[in-house]
Every structure is written in structure tokens, then in C-alpha cells.
């Protein structure tokens, strides 16, 4: 059993992978991160490489070696100290209109960046199965519709930001957000509890796709965690 199998088996038991992450996914049905300062990287759930051919392994080294790291480093420091320093992640993002940027920048970067990693994995599945395949299905019409919807929401943000598949109500729509922003921050324009996020901030595709983010957002389709998925899509 390897290290990333060994962190799977004991997924099972939230005390354990508590225990041995330190910081791991705290799981609540409002978010996904509840702990306070200092925040932590939950180690990635697979190897760097894992990801390929559709993300390559320098990109996924870059991104959460570097990016998503500083995201934490700055955050720790912009709350160091201020009255975020004793609330949650989850707490933070929600009430974010509160904040200073440097907070909402790196807030939503550890936020974003963490439900990124965990909706993706090496498993290919094509499609999703279940209740997220009904739910799918009757908000879009197909399958081949929500991926269109999607990749449009995704094609269309302009600079850097984040598509989403979102619940709200029962009922679930696509869309995206700028910059680090999220669906659970009050300020933001999409609403709703993140089901699947897909980063197209040029740092997660460049290296590889340079400017062409519509073939890195057709290649997302094949590493999509549908199980990671349909575990967000109960909890909302
Ligand atoms: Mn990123």
C-alpha cells in the first residue's frame, strides 16, 4: 500500500485523516474548511503526476507547491493578529465583504484551492453516475449540456477566475467567479454551495496549454472525481 492508498483507507475515519493531516477536511455541510489560523495544505489526495496526460505533473508541482502555498503563507499573515484570526475558513468566506483583499484574495485562493484538488483524480470515469447523473440530467437536459454550459462559463471569464457547478434550493446552475472569489462569499454574484470548480487562472494550464484554455477545460472532463462530486452534492 502506498502513501496516497494508505490516506484513502483511512478516509473512512474522519478522527483518523484529522489526526494524521492535521488540517484535513473538516467535511460540514455549510463549507469545507473549518479551522482557524494557522491554516495548512491538506496534502494532495494523489501524486503530482496522476493528473496527466490531462494536467501535467510540472503544472500540478507549480500550482500546489507554489500557488496554492503562498495562498496559505499570505493568508496566515494577512489575518495574523485581526479579528479573522479566531474564525474559520468557512466563516471567513461567508462574511468576506468584511475583509480586507489580501484575506479575500488568499482566503478564497486556500478556499478554491483545496475543493479543487479533492474534485479531481486519476480514476477516469467519463461520466457521472447516480444521483448526481439525475441531477445533472434534469437541470441541463444531458450530460453534453452541462458540459457545454459549463464550458462556457468556463471559456468565458475573462483573466483569471473560477467556473463552478453550483446548488442553491434544490437546484443547480453553472457560472463563475473572478479573481479568487467563490460561490459562498456574500459578495459574490453566483451563489450557491460549490458542487465542482474548475481553476482557469492561467497558472493551472499555461505550461502545457498555453493560451488555448477551451482544450484544457475538454481535458478536465476526464479527471473529474464524479465520487468527490456526488459527496458535495448530498451535503448541500
Ligand atoms: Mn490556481
Redesign the pocket.
Known amino acids: 500500500m502506498n502513501r496516497t492508498d494508505f490516506l484513502r483507507t483511512l478516509a473512512g475515519s474522519s478522527l483518523a485523516v484529522g489526526a494524521l493531516t492535521d488540517r484535513a477536511f473538516a467535511g460540514s455541510s455549510t463549507g469545507i474548511i473549518a479551522e482557524t489560523a494557522p491554516f495548512k495544505q491538506a496534502p494532495l489526495p494523489y501524486d503530482f503526476g496522476a493528473l496527466e496526460p490531462s494536467i501535467d505533473k510540472m503544472t500540478m508541482e507549480i500550482?500546489y507547491g507554489k500557488?496554492?502555498a503562498a495562498y496559505v503563507k499570505n493568508l496566515n499573515d494577512a489575518v495574523k493578529g485581526t479579528e479573522f484570526e479566531k474564525k474559520s475558513l468557512d466563516e471567513i468566506i461567508k462574511s468576506i465583504g468584511k475583509a480586507p483583499a489580501a484575506i479575500r484574495n488568499n482566503g478564497g485562493?486556500h478556499w478554491?484551492?483545496t475543493f479543487?484538488w479533492e474534485v479531481m483524480g486519476p480514476k477516469k470515469s467519463a461520466a457521472p453516475t447516480g444521483a448526481v447523473a439525475d441531477a445533472i440530467n434534469g437541470q441541463f437536459g444531458s450530460f453534453d449540456k452541462f458540459k457545454e454550459e459549463f464550458g462556457k462559463a468556463a471559456t468565458t471569464r475573462f483573466g483569471s477566475g473560477w467556473a463552478w457547478l453550483v446548488a442553491k434550493g434544490g437546484k443547480l446552475s453553472v457560472g463563475s467567479t473572478p479573481n479568487?472569489d467563490n460561490p459562498l462569499m456574500d459578495i459574490s454574484d453566483l451563489k450557491g454551495t460549490p458542487i465542482l470548480g474548475l481553476?482557469v487562472?492561467e497558472?493551472?494550464y499555461y505550461l502545457h496549454y498555453q493560451n488555448k484554455r477551451p482544450d484544457y477545460i475538454k481535458a478536465f472532463w476526464d479527471v473529474v472525481n464524479w465520487e468527490k462530486v456526488a459527496e458535495n452534492l448530498k451535503k448541500a
Do not use: E, R, T
Open positions: 500550482h500557488h496554492h485562493g478554491n484551492h479543487f479568487q481553476d487562472w497558472h493551472a
